[in-house]
């Protein structure tokens, strides 16, 4: 099973400024890595596929990159929307499919 | 629009059964491998089960397997989960998720989630 390591588990960060959450897999992944967001009380939402192909109607201020075990998401300039906990997952090897625990991005 | 509805959660005793729904429209059901994703109160995501567009090839979490079975019925357009012998750590949010083109494997729609309450 390959395990999704997120790191910071929080992120404090002001309005506008630039925020970059980090995830690494325990074995290559290639560039198999989706990023989720999702806000208190709301399912997930897909933002980037592809380790750096952002879904369809994502904001161009999030961007992903990275491949192999190292993957990094950039929000550029956060909004107060952007405020939630974002999850990596891997899909190069499965089952199971995994997720990293989560980063969660708070207002300063 | 694509839409998942889930149903079917509630409040349940250790070693009972429930059968959860996800009513899928908006998009063709038949050509889409279909998830299950939970998430347990103030945790993160994992992953349940999942099941190809024909039914045919189905896979479930080391955590459930055994207990869980994953099905759907095309001609109603629905996914189900039946969990029996239920579980105190099987409390949760499950979410029904779409697989947006064959081979992608990653989760483009959810359903807005069912929660799952085991508890004596």
């Known amino acids: 099973e390959i395990v999704m390591t997120q790191s910071p588990a929080t992120l404090s960060v002001s309005p506008g400024e630039r925020a970059t959450l980090s995830c690494r897999a325990s074995?290559?992944?290639?560039?198999?890595l989706a990023w989720y967001q999702q806000k208190p009380g709301q399912a997930p939402r897909l933002l980037i596929y592809?380790?750096?192909t952002r879904a369809t109607g994502i904001p161009d201020r999030f961007s992903g990159s990275g491949s192999g075990t190292d993957f990094t998401l950039t929000i550029s300039s956060l909004q107060s929307e952007d405020f939630a906990v974002y999850y990596c997952?891997?899909?190069?090897?499965?089952?199971?499919?995994?997720f990293g625990q989560g980063t969660k991005v708070e207002i300063k | 629009e694509v839409q998942l509805v889930e149903s079917g959660g509630g409040l349940v005793q250790p070693g009972e059964s429930l059968r959860l729904s996800c009513t899928a429209s908006?998009?063709?059901?038949?050509?889409?491998?279909m998830y299950w994703v939970r998430q347990a109160p103030g945790k993160g995501l994992e992953w349940v089960s999942y099941?190809?567009?024909?039914?045919?090839?189905?896979y479930h979490a080391d955590s459930v397997k055994g207990r869980f079975t994953i099905s759907r019925d095309n001609t109603r357009n629905s996914l189900y989960l039946q969990m029996n012998s239920l579980r105190v750590e099987d409390t949760a949010v499950y979410y029904c998720?779409?697989?947006?083109?064959?081979?992608?494997?990653?989760?483009?729609?959810w359903g807005q989630g069912t929660l799952v309450t085991v508890s004596s």
């Open positions: 998720a779409r697989d947006p083109v064959l081979g992608a494997d990653y989760f483009d729609s």
């Open positions: 908006g998009f063709i059901f038949s050509s889409y491998e």
């Open positions: 099941i190809s567009s024909s039914g045919s090839s189905i």
């Open positions: 074995q290559s992944v290639s560039s198999k």
């Open positions: 592809g380790a750096s």
């Open positions: 997952q891997q899909y190069s090897h499965w089952p199971p499919w995994t």
